[in-house]
């Protein structure tokens, strides 16, 4: 068996009874359509989390089982206009829960955001749930965003918080080594 094909395989889909074992998280939130799942697969070098042309359709947490000793948890996006009330408030129960349940193990959380169109109210209310969380901001579809739009977004977020700010585009791979070098500071491999 090849390492490389052991490193990262799907692990579940959860929407409640979440993982109890003593893995550390690292989580991956934002507006729906974001990237969160495409971000995911450039990380990891392969196709695992579903990458989908209309947003809004990832509707339970997946699990990703990273080197053996930590999850990538892919959490359904935010703020998509066309979903109803009632399914708004069954996701934010989900994440409050699984937020709540799995605190001791989340070690890590990349909070992202469009770069082109910058913090929507929905990022900065999810900024402001994160605090008491590590987190790290993170920059999407750089490859699409013109320079003024980009420094435009990075001088909002500057004014929501102090986190770091990680440039990527999961179509170029820009801002990889820089995602695996975080995760594995807090996976204390470095
Ligand atoms: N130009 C560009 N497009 C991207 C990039 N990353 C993702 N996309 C596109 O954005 C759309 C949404 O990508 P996903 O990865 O499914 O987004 P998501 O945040 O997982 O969406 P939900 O699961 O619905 O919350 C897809 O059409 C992707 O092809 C990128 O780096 N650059
Ligand atoms: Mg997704």
Known sequence: ??????????FGSFRGNFPKDQRKHVVFVGRSNVGKSSLINMLVGKKVAYVSKEPGRTRSINFFL???NLYLVDVPGYGYAKVSGEERERWKEMIE???????DRIALVFSLIDSRHGPTPLDEQMLRFLEGYQYVVVLTK?????QKEQSETIKKV?????APIILTSAKEGKGREELLKT?????GEV
Request: hydrophobic content about 30%; glycine content about 0%; charged content about 30%.
């Open 158 to 162: 500057r004014s929501l918080t102090n």
């Open 1 to 10: 068996m090849h390492r490389n094909q052991q490193e990262v395989k799907f």
């Open 66 to 68: 990273f080197d053996k």
């Open 183 to 187: 995760i594995k500071m807090i996976n």
């Open 97 to 103: 829960m699984y937020f709540s349940e799995c605190k």
């Open 142 to 146: 750089c490859d699409d965003a013109s």
